[in-house]
């Protein structure tokens, strides 16, 4: 069964930093990313490794923001450096499996970025 629980959410100022986590559990997932939603808004990507072993990064964050993994505790990271208040969503991890079927989302966790 796979499993996706993030972590590390929370009420920050702007130009802080804060890091997500990303454990995610079964053997089919093979890449795990970040995704956002912010209210009334698509979710859209933030930043994801892929399923070629590759790595995305938006646009918009991609001077400030850091992606990294830790192989052997199966753990995403988001390293969310000068953060501004359009940062502010909900951060939802997203598993990819080895088909492009196999998409398995967290429940997300939020972040809010006070001016």
């Known amino acids: 069964q796979v499993q996706l629980v993030e972590s590390g959410g929370g009420l920050v100022q702007a130009g802080g930093s804060l890091k997500l986590s990303c454990v995610a559990t079964?053997?089919?997932?093979?890449?795990v990313g970040w995704y956002r939603q912010a209210p009334g808004k698509q979710r859209e990507l933030v930043a994801t490794?892929?399923?070629?072993?590759?790595?995305n990064v938006a646009d918009s964050v991609k001077d400030r923001f850091i992606l990294s993994r830790e192989n052997a505790k199966n753990t995403v990271h988001l390293h969310m450096n000068s953060v501004k208040p359009e940062d502010t969503a909900r951060y939802y991890c997203?598993?990819?499996?080895?088909?492009?079927?196999?998409?398995?989302w967290g429940q997300g966790t939020q972040v809010t970025v006070s001016s």
């Open positions: 490794f892929t399923r070629s072993g590759s790595s």
């Open positions: 079964g053997r089919s997932i093979i890449a």
């Open positions: 997203l598993g990819l499996g080895r088909r492009n079927d196999e998409n398995y």
